[in-house]
């Protein structure tokens, strides 16, 4: 057994005994459902070579996760222009504020908050029907992580249509300064459902391993971004990939990763491994309690932090 196959194997019976799990999300009905002591952990190397353990092949929605796939895709469609209606800064507020909004005339302070993800997916919808943008954006998923299986759970997507009274508001909020361009229905159609796509650690690592490779599928030496965008998606995922939260797990893990709602992290130690972690219990800022606990544990015994030591 590799020494990375013993710590994942270590960390997941170690998070599977814990008590404190946080709260599961409730806002979002049909997540308020899911198990609280689910527990999965997905570490994919450069060669190729899988540790996994617990739930890892469990599917979850990823909620905010996907906000890393939209960004990626959008800025291949139109590039640093997309830099012209969101901002790349860290908010320091929830990551459904109206605040900001108000003072900054619309423009969201990054891409990984709701209303940037808003104007992302506002980006990628431009030209296309809804149901085209949406496709588009489950077809990118599926070919990053080679896996036809992923779809969006409809349930979820229903289910954040009936309650996303704050994220229309957000959308509406950005319509008035014309940072939208689509119908304000559209564009929230498609967030709603990408956010509801639902995968396993083991399909979202595979996904993120081209942000741990300087933009290239290491399996495949396909070239999906270029290095130097690469690097900054990791960058913006560091400073904000945690909304309010982002400074601590930055402190603790020392890693770019980008949480959900649905429990989910995907982490990227550069140069070396993409991991997927998933328990759906949250902290106080909305993240993944015991996937943030894993992943520090992870970083601290493989020596992955991007800050050196361990």
């Known amino acids: 057994m590799s020494k ?27 997540l308020a459902g899911v198990d609280p002591k689910a527990f999965g952990l997905a570490v994919i190397d ?14 979850f929605s990823i909620q905010s996760i996907s906000k890393v796939f939209t960004l990626t895709f959008a800025l291949g469609m139109i590039g640093d222009r997309l830099w012209r209606r969101v901002g790349r800064e860290p908010s320091g507020s929830p990551f459904n504020s109206i605040v900001q909004l108000e003072r900054e005339r619309g423009i ?16 990628i919808l431009s030209g296309h029907q809804p149901r085209e943008a949406l496709g588009e954006i489950l077809r990118f998923l599926q070919f990053l992580a080679d896996d036809s299986s992923i779809t969006i759970d409809a349930a979820v997507a229903a289910s954040e249509n009936r309650t996303g009274f704050r ?20 564009t929230l159609g498609v967030y709603f459902h990408h956010c509801a796509i639902a995968m396993s650690c083991r399909q979202l690592a595979m996904a993120g391993r081209f942000l741990a490779h300087h933009g290239r599928n290491p399996s495949t030496g396909l070239l999906v971004v270029q ?3 690469a690097r900054r998606i990791n960058a913006i995922m560091l400073t904000c990939g945690h909304y309010d939260g982002s400074g601590e797990f930055a402190y603790r893990v020392g ?14 130690a550069p140069g070396r491994a993409s991991i997927a972690v998933w328990s759906p219990g949250l902290d106080a800022a909305g993240n993944s309690h015991l996937g943030r606990l894993a992943l520090e544990e992870l970083t601290k015994r493989m020596g992955w932090s991007i800050f050196g030591g361990n």
Do not use: H, W
């Open 46 to 59: 450069a060669d190729g070579q899988l540790a996994c353990g617990g739930d890892c092949d469990t599917s």
């Open 108 to 123: 969201p302070r990054n891409p990984f908050i709701n209303a940037g993800a808003i104007v992302v997916t506002d980006l």
């Open 227 to 229: 290095p130097e965008r």
């Open 255 to 268: 890693l770019p990763g980008k949480s959900g709602v649905g429990g989910g992290i995907l982490a990227i």
């Open 167 to 186: 994220n229309r508001a957000l959308a509406n909020y950005m319509k008035s300064f014309s940072v939208l361009e689509n119908p304000v229905d559209f």
């Open 4 to 30: 990375l196959d013993q710590v994942v194997k270590d960390i997941v019976a170690e998070m599977q005994e814990r008590s404190d799990r946080g709260e599961v999300a409730t806002y979002i009905p049909e």
